[in-house]
Nanobody, 118 residues
Framework: QVQLVESGGGLVQAGGSLRLSCVAS??????MGWYRQAPGKQRELVAG???????NYADSVKGRFTISRDNTKNTVYLQMNSLKPEDTAVYYC??????????????WGQGTQVTVSS
């Protein structure tokens, strides 16, 4: 049984930083990613990473967010710097595969709230 457990969300002022973590169990995935969903909006891919540390990012977070993974711990991280109010959303960890970019499987964490105040 696949489980993805996120941690690290919270409330931060604009310009601040947060680091999200996601521990995967039950399987080892070629790629993992982070999605987010703001109220009234569709869930969107924020960043993905494969086992060779190849990454892709949404244009809106490039240069501010960094995805990384520790394969020994089956953990993926999302370092978020220079946060903006528009980054406010529930962030979800996802397991997937790489096909020229990140592609999701239907494995999701429970979500962690990130709120950025102006």
């Amino acid at each position: 049984q696949v489980q993805l457990v996120e941690s690290g969300g919270g409330l931060v002022q604009a310009g601040g930083s947060l680091r999200l973590s996601c521990v995967a169990s039950g399987n080892i995935f070629n790629a993992m990613g982070w999605y987010r969903q703001a109220p009234g909006k569709q869930r969107e891919l924020v960043a993905g990473i494969n086992s060779g540390d190849r990454t892709n990012y949404a244009d809106s977070v490039k240069g501010r967010f960094t995805i990384s993974r520790d394969n020994t711990k089956n953990t993926v991280y999302l370092q978020m710097n220079s946060l903006k109010p528009e980054d406010t959303a529930v962030y979800y960890c996802n397991a997937g595969f790489w096909n020229g970019g990140y592609v999701s499987f239907n494995y999701w964490g429970q979500g962690t709230q990130v709120t950025v105040s102006s």
